[in-house]
């Protein structure tokens, strides 16, 4: 008593204000909980006075703290996605976000796991539980999180969720569907989440421009020049034939270990590591592999 002087409920133009029409709200829905941030601890007196006076049974208040940035300021949009709709757009499952958010400020009774089944979580919540503390919002963990997720899903399933994904970004019709999808099976471990698979698929779709300058001197030009010698006498390379060709090429210049392997991938892919090498040069295909082999001769 004596907390509050008499305040809006209403505006001169008729509309009510939040605090007014949130009771109404939640009263005619039955709300028996209210659990939001701590930013919302100051309107909660005046809204019990209004679930007394309108009659409504008054629900339990539950007030948290904020989940904060890892720099410890406020969520934006220079921290990355900020709605549940641009995750989802991205490729992170409903399973992995709810588990994320829910050990946000929140400890598991099994101390060091994380990843726990929706049904583990609704088990074990309470919120009791909640730190008083603000949580800080780690897009590390929510990735690999989420690619524990994804590591679950038959190789179908992830194929059929990435396929999306790849056809929006690329002309994917210079590859059969049976192939697009050896090429997604092959991409599809290690994503943390489904849109990662744009940038890990683009050496499919295009060409590299440039290599290290170190790889451009002229024994890597002649390694280059044998490699696409051998694979155009070949009228059927396979990731065999590929193996035992970069393994004969190794001893006959002299090339061992990176200084091998990596060359070959630079001015094949663009990259310097990667999924497995021959499996990537068996995928591409002898014509593709061959026109970026002469393009850097």
């Known amino acids: 008593k004596g907390m509050f ?10 509309m009510p204000v939040y605090n007014f029409a949130v009771v109404v709200d ?34 339990v208040f539950a007030h948290t703290a904020l989940i904060l940035a890892q720099d410890g300021s406020k969520l934006s949009k220079r921290h990355g ?10 490729g992170y499952l409903s399973e992995a976000l709810f588990n994320f958010l829910s050990i ?19 088990k074990a919540f309470g919120l ?31 194929i059929s969720l990435l396929r999306p994904y790849v056809k929006n ?37 295009e060409a590299p421009l440039s290599v290290d300058e170190e790889y451009q001197e002229p024994l890597y030009l002649k390694l280059v020049a044998r490699l696409k010698e051998e694979i155009q006498q070949n009228p059927a390379p396979d ?15 002299g090339l061992k270990g990176k200084n091998l392997f990596m060359p070959i991938r630079q001015y094949i892919t663009g990259q310097s590591h990667g999924r497995d090498l021959y499996a990537l040069m068996e995928l591409l295909g002898q014509e593709r ?3 970026r082999l002469a393009a850097w001769l």
């Open 26 to 59: 939640d009263g005619l829905m039955n709300i028996t909980h209210i659990i939001r941030a701590e930013e919302h601890l100051s309107n909660t007196g005046r809204q019990i006075l209004l679930y007394r006076a309108l009659g409504f049974p008054l629900p």
């Open 239 to 253: 990731k065999e034939f590929y193996q035992e060709l970069v393994k004969n090429l190794g001893k006959e210049l």
């Open 128 to 158: 009791e539980k909640i730190s008083k503390s603000s949580a800080k919002f780690d897009n590390g963990k929510l990735d690999w999180l989420n690619g524990e997720y994804l590591k679950e899903l038959p190789l179908k399933q992830m």
């Open 169 to 205: 970004a690329y002309d994917t019709s210079v590859y059969s569907e049976e192939k697009l999808d050896e090429i997604l099976a092959i991409l599809a471990p290690g994503l943390n989440f489904l849109e990662q698979v744009v940038e890990e698929s683009k050496l499919f779709f």
């Open 104 to 122: 946000l400020g929140w400890t598991p009774p099994e101390e060091g796991k994380d990843k726990l089944a929706r049904a583990e979580i609704i």
């Open 81 to 90: 996605a900020t709605s549940v709709e641009e995750y989802q757009r991205r």
């Open 289 to 291: 592999l061959l026109s």
């Open 5 to 14: 002087g008499d305040f809006v409920i209403m505006r001169s133009n008729g």
